[in-house]
C-alpha cells in the first residue's frame, strides 16, 4: 500500500486580549506558544504566533489578523483570570471562519475542560496539560480520515456527549525539543528596566506538592530536565542570535539538581556568557556552595517561595519547608551577594490575625530586598479550590478577581477587608525612604531598579491621598 503524505496545517496561536478593567500583569513572552510553534515547524507545519497583550490586539482586530491568515487550527492559551478573553477569542475565530478548528490549552482549560467544551460551543477541543504532541496530532489529523479518539490528552464533543481520551504520557527527553521560536516575536516589546531579558525553561515537573499550584498535575510529579550542554547552547544562541542582554529562568526550582545546575554554572563562564540572570528555587534546595557559583556565574537574584513566616500555614500548605530553612536561605543568598526577593501567600485557610503577625515579623528578621505578597486564590485544579469547596464557604464566580491581589473565598478566620488592609499596609511600611537608600546604594542592577519602584510607591500614594483630599473638601 502506498504511504499517504501528511499535509501541513496552518495554526495560528494567541495569547488573548486583556479586556477593560481586568487583570493585567507584567509582559513575558508566552514560552507555552514559543515551544508549540517551533514543534510544528520542525514537523513540517506552518505556525503563527499572535500575542495580543503584547501588541494590544483587541479581538476585533484578533478577528482580522486570523481571517488574513487563513488558518486550519486556532489555539488559544488559557490562564484563570483570562478566561473571559480566551473565550471571546475563541469566538472570534468563529466569526472570522466558521470552519476552523478551534483549540484550548494552558493551566485553565486543562482543569475546566469538561465544562468548556459542555458550554462554550466556539471550542472544539482541549489540550490538556503538556501540548507538543497532541497539538502535531491535532494538526496531522485535520487533514486525514484518523479518528479523534486515538489522540491522548483532549476532550471534545460529540452527539452533544463530551469526550475525554486518557491522559498523554510526559515527554521524557526534553533536549529533542526545538527551541522556542523567538523569530515570532518582536522581542524589544518584552524589555524590562530597559533590558531584553530573555526567558529559558531548563525542566519540567515538580515532585512537591504545593496546595496552591497546579505544576505537579500539569507536568507531572517526576522531575524531567534538559542536559546542562543543551541549555548552554539556548543561551549562547539566544545571546548572539536574539541579542539578549539578560535571562530569566522560569524554573519552578531551578537548583534541584544540584550538579546540573553547577554544570551550567560552569560552562556560562568558560563560554564567557556574561550576561546577567536570575531564577527562583526552593529554600530547601540551596547551599553556600551552589549560591556562591550562582552569583559567580552571573546570577543577580533569586527568588524563593517562602510564603508564610507561620510554620502552620506551612503544614497546611504542605510546603515541607520550615522557618529556620526560610531564615537560612535568605541569609545564605544575601551573604552571596545576590538579590533576594520572597513570596509570601496571606489568606489561606487558617490564617488569622496572629500568623500574619508571625509571617510581617519574619520579613523585619529576614529582611529580604524584596517581597510579592499574594492573596491565595483557589485556582482549578489546586487542593486549595478541594478545601474551598469541600467547606462549602462561599466562593466569587467572577474569574476576572482570581488575579492574587483580591480575595475571592470567604474565610472565616480572617475577613476579606483585613487580607487586603494587610497587603496595602505592608507595602506601605516596606517601600519606605530608608529602603530607598538601601537599595540605592547597591551595585545590584535590582537593588536600584526597587529603589525606583519603592519611590513610585511612594509618590503614588501621595498623589492618591491627596487626590481623596481634595474629592472629600468638594
Known amino acids: 500500500m502506498p504511504m499517504v503524505e501528511k499535509k501541513s496545517s496552518k495554526v495560528i ?16 513572552i508566552p514560552m507555552g506558544l514559543a515551544y508549540l510553534a517551533a514543534f510544528l515547524e520542525e514537523k513540517g507545519h506552518q505556525a503563527k504566533i499572535i500575542d495580543c497583550l503584547a501588541l494590544n490586539i483587541d479581538h476585533e482586530k484578533l478577528k ?121 516575536f518582536e522581542l524589544d516589546r518584552y524589555r524590562l528596566f530597559g533590558k531584553k531579558l530573555l526567558p529559558v525553561i531548563t525542566s519540567r515537573g515538580c515532585p512537591f506538592q504545593c496546595a496552591f499550584c497546579v505544576a505537579t498535575r500539569m507536568f507531572g510529579k517526576a522531575y524531567r530536565m534538559r542536559s546542562a550542554e543543551n541549555v548552554l547552547d539556548e543561551l549562547e544562541w539566544l545571546k548572539n542570535v536574539h541579542g539578549a542582554e539578560a535571562f530569566t529562568f522560569y524554573d519552578d526550582t531551578l537548583t534541584f539538581d544540584k550538579n546540573r545546575l553547577l554544570k551550567i554554572c560552569d560552562g556560562m563562564k568558560k563560554r564567557q556568557i556574561n550576561l546577567p540572570w536570575d531564577c527562583q528555587t526552593r529554600v530547601d534546595q540551596v547551599s553556600q556552595e551552589i549560591l556562591n557559583q550562582m552569583k559567580s556565574a552571573g546570577c543577580q537574584q533569586v527568588f524563593f517561595g517562602v ?94 478577581l482570581y488575579d492574587t491581589m483580591t480575595p475571592v473565598f470567604e474565610n472565616p478566620d480572617l475577613p476579606s477587608d483585613e487580607i487586603i488592609k494587610f497587603r496595602r499596609d505592608f507595602y506601605d511600611s516596606f517601600y519606605s525612604p530608608s529602603y530607598i537608600l538601601r537599595q540605592a546604594l547597591k551595585r545590584n542592577p535590582y537593588s536600584r531598579m526597587m529603589a525606583r519602584t519603592a519611590l513610585n510607591h511612594i509618590l503614588w500614594r501621595f498623589r492618591s491621598r491627596r487626590k481623596i483630599e481634595r474629592t472629600a473638601q468638594t
Open 64 to 184: 482580522s489578523e486570523i481571517s488574513s491568515f487563513e488558518p486550519d487550527i486556532v489555539g488559544i492559551t488559557s490562564i484563570t483570570p483570562l478566561t473571559r478573553s480566551t473565550l471571546l477569542a475563541a469566538k472570534a475565530a468563529k466569526e472570522a471562519l466558521p470552519d476552523v478548528t478551534v483549540v484550548l490549552g494552558g493551566p485553565h482549560a486543562t482543569f475546566m475542560d469538561e465544562q468548556i467544551i459542555a458550554e462554550e460551543t466556539a471550542v472544539d477541543f482541549v489540550v490538556r496539560g503538556e501540548g507538543e504532541l497532541t497539538l502535531l496530532e491535532i494538526a496531522e489529523n485535520i487533514h486525514s480520515s484518523r479518528k479523534i479518539d486515538s489522540i491522548e490528552g483532549i476532550t471534545f464533543r460529540r452527539n452533544k456527549q463530551v469526550i475525554r481520551t486518557p491522559n498523554r504520557p510526559f515527554i521524557q527527553d526534553l533536549d529533542k525539543l526545538p527551541k522556542p521560536a523567538y523569530d515570532h
Open 307 to 400: 510564603e508564610s513566616g507561620c510554620q502552620q500555614i506551612l503544614d497546611s500548605v504542605n510546603k515541607k519547608t520550615s522557618i529556620e530553612q526560610n531564615e537560612k536561605a535568605i541569609k545564605m543568598a544575601k551573604q552571596a551577594g545576590l538579590f533576594v526577593t520572597i513570596s509570601l501567600m496571606i489568606g489561606y485557610p487558617g490564617e488569622t490575625r496572629e500568623t500574619l503577625k508571625q509571617t510581617l515579623d519574619f520579613v523585619k528578621r529576614s529582611k529580604p530586598d524584596d517581597v510579592y505578597v499574594c492573596v491565595a486564590t483557589p485556582y482549578p485544579g489546586t487542593v486549595l479550590r478541594n478545601i474551598v469547596e469541600k467547606n462549602g464557604w462561599k466562593m466569587s464566580s467572577n474569574i476576572d
Open 13 to 28: 496561536l494567541i495569547n488573548p486580549p486583556f479586556l477593560k478593567g481586568s487583570f493585567r500583569h507584567q509582559l513575558y
